[in-house]
């Protein structure tokens, strides 16, 4: 299977505390995304990092890739019980003509108030 | 900016019937859109890219005939699953993507509910 995989399935936090999802991948890549899928909806895209880049921030999230590991890394800081959805990495790989987005298993986030 | 629509919603049909489901890019022309199938609690799985005024390149496994895919404008692909069964049952989702960009980033539809009786 080209797809990756995410670390944990599913998470539950409670409000205010840290979220962090962790995503493995297997061919090298252009960029990878972080995508948010609130239950039976469409995805919704988060941030993109390059792969040349090694951390990034938008708002209270934060990403942080490592391309000799072939892994990312997605944290929620002060979660509300608003994150709850599913998290997605995915991948644009280098072959291909950077036309496909190959998508992780994805984990579940529960935030409780 | 970058809305992409599909329509229906959700449907519900006969074993086999047909099932057209419609993706349009509302504010950006999309040379390129995705179709993606979902099953409950897993990811997505890109079944085919369709190019605008060209065949459309399916994915490993995904059966050309039975899903039928129509990219006529640069703003609505459409698919259509022909021929359905209960094991086509799934949440279909498209995406576009915005043709000027180089990193592929996509934007999605809401998806699709089809449930196949």
């Known amino acids: 299977s080209q797809q990756g995989e995410e670390d944990p399935q599913a998470l539950s936090i409670q409000e205010g505390e840290n979220a962090t999802m962790n995503c493995s991948y297997k061919?090298?890549?252009?960029?990878l995304q972080w995508y948010r899928q609130n239950s039976g909806r469409g995805l919704v895209h988060l941030i993109l990092?390059?792969?040349?880049?090694r951390e990034k921030h938008s708002g209270r999230l934060r990403v942080t890739l490592d391309t000799s590991k072939k892994s990312s890394s997605l944290l929620i800081t002060a979660s509300r019980a608003a994150d709850t959805a599913s998290y997605f990495c995915?991948?644009?790989?280098?072959?291909?003509?950077?036309?496909?987005?190959?998508f992780g298993a994805g984990t579940r986030l529960a935030v409780h108030p | 900016g970058a809305v992409v629509s599909q329509h229906p919603s959700w449907v519900i049909c006969k074993s086999g019937t047909s099932v057209k489901i419609e993706c349009r890019s509302l504010?950006?022309?999309?040379?390129?859109m995705f179709w993606y199938r979902q099953f409950p609690k897993q990811s997505l799985m890109l079944m085919a890219t369709?190019?605008?005024?060209?065949?459309?390149?399916?994915e490993q496994g995904v059966e050309k005939d039975k899903f039928l895919i129509n990219h006529a404008s640069l703003t609505l692909s459409t698919l259509t699953v022909t021929s359905a069964h209960p094991e086509d049952s799934s949440f279909y989702i498209c995406?576009?993507?915005?043709?000027?960009?180089?990193?592929?980033?996509?934007?999605f539809g809401p998806g699709t509910r089809l449930t196949v009786l």
């Open positions: 995406s576009a993507r915005i043709t000027r960009v180089s990193y592929n980033e996509q934007f």
């Open positions: 990092i390059r792969s040349n880049e």
């Open positions: 369709s190019n605008e005024g060209s065949k459309a390149t399916y």
């Open positions: 504010d950006f022309q999309a040379t390129t």
């Open positions: 061919t090298s890549i252009n960029n």
């Open positions: 995915a991948t644009v790989p280098l072959s291909g003509g950077y036309n496909k987005l190959i």
